[in-house]
């Protein structure tokens, strides 16, 4: 069963910076494409990033020249570096992927960041 466990998240300071984390584990597949939602209390989910399958990037107008997503394909990892956080920021973070090896529409069980004003 193949899984995409986040970390990173937590409490900052408007202004502030967090490092998240996309872990894949239990598949032997490498994860072409992938993405980052985010869902803000009494929200829907919304997409913030994307990492096509020919490596570029695309994100959320709102997040543009704050957040930088990555990926270390060797460890199968993805990553969103936040800076210059806001308070409309806050919202639980969500690693997705449209397909690993054979299982489609995969999800993490998110990571929380709440940023205070």
């Known amino acids: 069963q193949v899984q995409l466990v986040e970390s990173g998240g937590g409490v900052v300071q408007s202004g502030g910076s967090l490092r998240l984390s996309c872990q894949s584990s239990?598949?032997?597949?490498?994860?072409?494409?992938w993405d980052w939602y985010r869902q803000a209390p009494g929200k829907q989910r919304d997409l913030v990033a994307t990492v096509n399958s020919d490596g570029s990037v695309s994100y959320v107008e709102s997040v543009k020249g704050r957040f930088t997503v990555s990926t270390d394909n060797a460890k199968n990892t993805l990553y969103l570096e936040m800076n210059n956080l806001k308070p409309e920021d806050t919202a639980v973070y969500y690693c997705?992927?449209?397909?690993?090896?054979?299982?489609?529409?995969?999800w993490g069980q998110g990571t929380l960041v709440t940023v205070s004003p």
């Open positions: 239990g598949s032997v597949f490498k994860i072409n494409a």
């Open positions: 997705h992927a449209p397909q690993v090896g054979w299982y489609v529409d995969v």
